[in-house]
Nanobody, 123 residues
Framework: QVQLVESGGGLVQAGDSLRLSCAASGGTLSNLAMAWFRQGPGKEREFVAGANWIGGNTKYADSVDGRIEISRDYVKREFYLQMNALKPDYTAVYYC????????????????WGQGTQVTVSS
């Protein structure tokens, strides 16, 4: 069983950068895909970016238009979401997720979820 805990959210201004972290504990990560999703106010949860934990199958949502980069620290077992030049419409709760099915972007494909971290971007 994999447990995921996000951190790094907060209130920032438009144009700022922010890095979210996802700490993974328990289970084996090498056969999992990791992803970030977000859910804005009144919106459905949507895929932001994802990749296999061991690398490969890196995928970004079209909506993030080059402002986002994912990375990982194998020793710390952490997965990161670097967001640059933030815009107010990036305001959302950001979730880290893991799946045994690689290369997927649908919410239903992910069986492990963190509790989410709030990101608020002011204009």
């Amino acid at each position: 069983q994999v447990q995921l805990v996000e951190s790094g959210g907060g209130l920032v201004q438009a144009g700022d950068s922010l890095r979210l972290s996802c700490a993974a504990s328990g289970g084996t990560l090498s056969n999992l895909a990791m992803a970030w999703f977000r859910q804005g106010p009144g919106k459905e949860r949507e895929f932001v970016a994802g990749a296999n934990w061991i690398g490969g199958n890196t995928k970004y949502a079209d909506s993030v238009d080059g402002r986002i980069e994912i990375s990982r620290d194998y020793v710390k077992r952490e997965f990161y979401l670097q967001m640059n030049a933030l815009k107010p419409d990036y305001t959302a709760v950001y979730y880290c997720a893991a799946s045994g099915n690689c290369g997927k972007s649908a919410v239903g494909e992910y069986e492990y979820w963190g509790q989410g971290t709030q990101v608020t971007v002011s204009s």
